[in-house]
DNA sequence: ACCCAGGCATTGG
DNA sequence: CCAATGCATGGG
């Protein structure tokens, strides 16, 4: 970002995107920045039915149980109708999807356990260690880039041991990214967390930032976790997915958006 | 000098 | 299957 635009490489070639009344200011489009401009603003999320949907739940709820507080409702709502509060209070919010598949995976293992800030200190220095410029942006560095990087230079940028193995191993590994796009949401993950270093929380992270996938539900997110807990108290945040079908992804991003804003 | 932060693999029961 | 442990950085 550089004064509120959004600058982005896109096949070597600087893209902008500025916020603009009713929507925003975009360089021309062709066929290979569409996508990308499509991915980055998440267009393809279902706005309009995660509200309906939102918004009919509360109106169940209330209708059930008028006069019932619950753990939720002694804290002044009930569980439903403070989702369909975020939506009201954050309409509009499209969760961002990371364009490129190999970037989605790396910067999930650089915020493994580790703080976002920590996580994007050490993401910046591998970006302008192993990047290329466009203009203003920076593209994140390609899998064939790091193909031939070394450990000690991965943990010269901060990476644990453990962590540069990941990377360099997700490198130079089998798998085709690209064909995961083709799979469901389960063989997905099974195929990811197959991979030395990705587990179960970054597979579902990339369906839900860079597959968009409607159910993904990272529910051993620390902040999802700290997000659902104070929302809907003590409960298995995994099997609390189901309350949200088939809007978890949404639900999810509405939710941690509570902790983006005062 | 600690402690925690949007995990994961390894080891041992 | 579950508990305990090391990992390395940035901020409090």
New binding site residues.
């Given amino acids: 970002m550089h004064d509120g635009v959004l600058h982005r490489a896109v096949g070597g070639r600087e893209l902008r995107i500025a916020a603009a009344r009713g929507g925003v200011d975009v360089d021309p489009l062709d066929s290979d920045t569409e996508p990308v401009v499509s991915r980055l603003l998440g267009l393809e999320f279902d706005l309009a039915a995660f509200y309906a949907w939102a918004g009919g739940i509360a109106g169940e709820a209330a209708d059930a149980r008028p006069e019932t507080p619950d753990a939720a409702g002694a804290r002044g709502t009930t569980a439903e109708s403070s989702l369909a509060q975020l939506a009201a209070r954050f309409a509009g919010l499209r969760p961002s999807l990371a364009p490129d598949p190999f970037e989605a995976l790396v910067t999930?293992?650089t915020?493994?356990?580790?703080?976002?800030?920590?996580?994007?200190?050490?993401r910046n220095?591998l970006i302008g260690r192993f990047g290329m410029r466009a203009g203003l942006a920076w593209a994140f560095p390609t899998r064939r880039r790091l193909v031939d990087a070394t450990e000690q230079e991965l943990?010269a940028l901060?990476?644990?041991?453990?962590?540069?193995d990941?990377v360099l191993g997700l490198a130079r590994s089998e798998l085709d990214l690209t064909a995961l796009a083709a799979l469901p949401d389960e063989e997905v993950k099974a195929r990811i967390?197959q991979?030395?270093?990705?587990?179960?929380?970054?597979?579902d992270?990339f369906l839900?930032?860079h597959l968009g996938r409607p159910q993904a539900w990272?529910a051993?997110?620390?902040?999802?976790r700290?997000a659902v807990s104070a929302f809907y108290g003590d409960v298995d945040v995994r099997a609390a997915g189901a309350r949200f079908e088939p809007f978890q992804n949404l639900t999810?991003h509405y939710l941690?958006a509570t902790?983006?804003t005062p």
């Fill in positions: 999930s293992i915020a493994q356990q580790v703080s976002l800030r920590s996580a994007v200190a050490i220095r943990v901060g990476f644990s041991r453990r962590k540069a990941y967390v991979q030395r270093g990705l587990g179960e929380w970054t597979a992270w839900a930032r990272p051993g997110d620390l902040a999802l700290k999810a941690l902790f983006l």
